[in-house]
């Protein structure tokens, strides 16, 4: 089964406001990661927090980590149209290989 | 500098018929990981190539599925006798070292077996 579950599955928000993301995984990690994909295609890297950081800043991004919960949130705020796509965290284990681990994925739509 | 190319875009093929997908990582890069996108689903790790050394093959659904990475850049993914639920978008991702946590992904192919 998947490392990472993420919820909710679908989110729909008015633009402006602020959307937050939730992903759980069960085992312990090195770090954790958060992409986008657009339609399908390709992921676009995010951002990164390793095990020992609890928050961390990028632009309109927050990512926070409860290694304690195993759970990290996304937060994105002043939501914009540009913002609709599928939200992925994926993990990369302590013990294993140099693979990622993905979650689920979160579908986030900014309505205008 | 170029991104991670994948070609084709899209294949359809029909069931028992073998595919070959081509991967070009960033120039540099190392590392290269093959993933499997099946519709609405997340991420599956297929296969994972560094420098010279052994690949991961732990991810392979099957012995039909193999793949080969040709003097340490371009890779081929080959899906043998292809089953309907061979069909996905199959990912191709580099990185500038197995350690680099950043990984840069293609567009994707996206595989119809009928």
């Known amino acids: 089964s998947q490392q990472g579950e993420e919820d909710p599955q679908a989110l729909s928000i008015q633009e402006g406001e602020n959307a937050t993301m939730n992903c759980s995984y069960k085992?312990?990690?090195?770090?954790l990661q958060w992409y986008r994909q657009n339609s399908g295609r390709g992921l676009v890297h995010l951002i990164l927090i390793r095990s020992n950081e609890r928050e961390k800043h990028s632009g309109r991004l927050r990512v926070t980590l409860d290694t304690s919960k195993k759970s990290s949130s996304l937060l994105i705020t002043a939501s914009r149209a540009a913002d609709t796509a599928s939200y992925f965290c994926?993990?990369?284990?302590?013990?294993?290989?140099?693979?990622?681990?993905f979650g689920q994925g979160t579908r986030l739509t900014i309505n205008p | 500098g170029a991104g991670v190319s994948q070609s084709p875009s899209n294949k359809v093929t029909e069931k028992g018929k073998d595919v070959e997908l081509r991967c070009d990582p960033i120039s540099g890069h190392t590392a290269l990981y093959w993933y499997r996108q099946s519709l609405g689903q997340g991420l599956e790790f297929l296969i994972y190539f560094q420098g010279n050394s052994a690949p991961d093959k732990s991810g392979l659904p099957s012995d039909r599925f193999s793949a080969e990475r040709t003097g340490g850049s371009v890779s081929t993914l080959t899906i043998q006798r292809t089953q309907q639920e061979d069909s996905a978008v199959y990912l191709c991702a580099s990185s500038l070292s197995g350690g680099s946590e950043t990984q840069y992904f293609g567009p994707g192919t996206r595989l119809l077996v009928l």
């Open positions: 994926a993990t990369r284990l302590i013990q294993g290989a140099q693979k990622l681990v």
């Open positions: 085992t312990s990690i090195n770090n």
